[in-house]
């Protein structure tokens, strides 16, 4: 073996990303080509977009990887690659180009499921500030625009075995966030537009609440009705930690239309598609939204962010978790990172979360996530597919 380094791709959804990362725990290289502005205009991921914005992308992204952890292929030690869960035609374009490297090269292939990837953004955060409960057993809440699940993450002789604890029966909370950000007239991707404006609003305005799951009963023989709901069984799991976020959407748009505010969410959508960025002052924001709306927007993230708190501290207590993980796009936020840290210090409990940059998509996870299955020789076969519904644990 040489220094240890792994290549890590990842394409499971709108970003093209590449890294190198050493032994797992040390960062050369993360490069992530966004494709947001393809998709701002549809308010969403276009599927079909989407692949083709992978297949341009991903030899410049992997050469940039490369460069800039002053490395060539020559170099390195395996090739990791997204399996799933994911968009199929976005991941098999990560996924045939690794196939490729890794068969001209001779080198092991490596598959990771994305989520795992996320858990380990924080672990290699962890590591890079040489954290002592290393090998805690650990809550992991993932949260991002696909994905609200808690895993009990747990060390067994060098690798991680994962446990789904709970889950959305709906909505991701990311995809609340875009979704109330799209019937605001505000920009895509929807969280860091709130993120933003939320900081200038009333969050006591509007009393929004969110009802116990009582039962899972009603669920239990339904098919699943979306794609957070295909990627993991519900029938096992405890109802005090499984969330909803479908219901506080539905109460933002009754909102609009009762207060009428929505002539003035239509005249923002124009501005926002011209290419606005999010506020950054109380000026730039209240010449964006009226003071109604602000109030709106930081009642709805303070909502959010206190149902995520509220369930994943009470697992994390029942399952004696010493370290809780944060992670996912929405594990940006800045309310979300202030309020777990304050609980936590609280409760006595060691919260993480993964620097800026590795919360939302990138490959440095996919690579850092790959390393304790290289160091076990878990490689997988050059007949690798994509699984759009992968699950992670059971
Ligand atoms: O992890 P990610 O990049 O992709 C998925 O795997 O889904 O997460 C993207 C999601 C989007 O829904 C986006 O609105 C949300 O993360 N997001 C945020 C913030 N930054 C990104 N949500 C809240 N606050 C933020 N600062
Ligand atoms: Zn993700």
């Not at 020559?74 to 994911?86: C, E, K, Q, R, W």
């Not at 003035?264 to 924001?285: F, H, M, N, S, Y």
């Not at 850092?368 to 997988?380: D, N, S, T």
Request: glycine share 8%.
């Amino acid at each position: 073996m040489g220094r240890g380094l792994i290549l890590g791709i990842e394409s499971s959804c709108d970003e093209t990303a590449a890294a190198v990362v050493e032994r797992g725990e040390r960062t050369l290289s993360s490069v992530v080509a966004s494709q947001i502005a393809t998709h701002a205009r549809y308010g969403g991921v276009v599927p079909e977009l989407a692949s083709r914005e992978h297949l341009r992308a991903i030899v410049p992204v992997v050469r940039a990887a490369l460069a800039e952890a002053g490395c060539t292929l020559a170099d390195l030690d395996a090739i990791a690659v997204t399996s799933g869960p994911g968009l199929a035609g976005a991941l098999l374009v990560g996924i045939t180009y690794a196939k490729a490297l890794a068969f001209a090269r001779g080198l092991p292939l490596i598959a990771v499921n994305h989520l795992e990837g996320h858990i380990h953004a924080v672990l290699l955060h962890e590591k890079e500030a040489q954290e002592d409960s290393l090998d805690a057993q650990s809550l992991a809440l993932v949260v991002s625009g696909g994905h609200t699940h808690l895993y009990l993450a747990r060390p067994v002789d060098g690798t991680w075995r994962y446990k789904l604890m709970g889950r959305t029966v709906d909505d991701a909370a990311g995809e609340a966030y875009d979704k109330v950000a799209k019937l605001l007239g505000l920009g895509y991707p929807g969280g860091p537009w709130i993120d933003a404006l939320a900081r200038f609003g009333d969050a006591k305005a509007v009393p929004f609440a969110f009802a116990q799951i009582k039962t899972k009963l009603h669920l239990a023989g339904k098919p699943p009705r979306t794609k957070a709901a295909k990627t993991a069984p519900i029938a096992e799991l405890d109802t005090h930690f499984m969330f909803s976020f479908s219901g506080i959407k539905t109460a933002v748009l009754r909102y609009v239309e009762l207060h009428g505010l929505r002539a003035e969410a239509e005249a923002r959508v124009a501005r926002i598609l011209a290419g606005a960025r999010p506020p950054q002052t109380k000026d730039e924001a209240l010449a964006l939204c009226s003071q109604q709306v602000l109030d709106l927007i930081a009642s709805f993230q303070h909502a959010v962010v206190g149902d995520l708190m509220k369930k994943t501290f009470a697992a994390a207590e029942a399952l004696g978790a010493a370290r809780i993980l944060v992670t996912g796009g929405v594990a940006a936020n800045r309310e979300l990172r202030a309020r777990f840290a304050a609980e936590a210090e609280r409760r006595w409990v060691r919260v993480a979360f993964p620097t800026l940059a590795l919360s939302t998509d990138n490959a440095a996870m996919i690579a850092a996530a790959a390393w304790p299955r290289f160091v076990a020789g878990e490689f997988a076969g050059l007949d690798l597919s994509a699984d759009p519904s992968l699950v992670l644990g059971r």
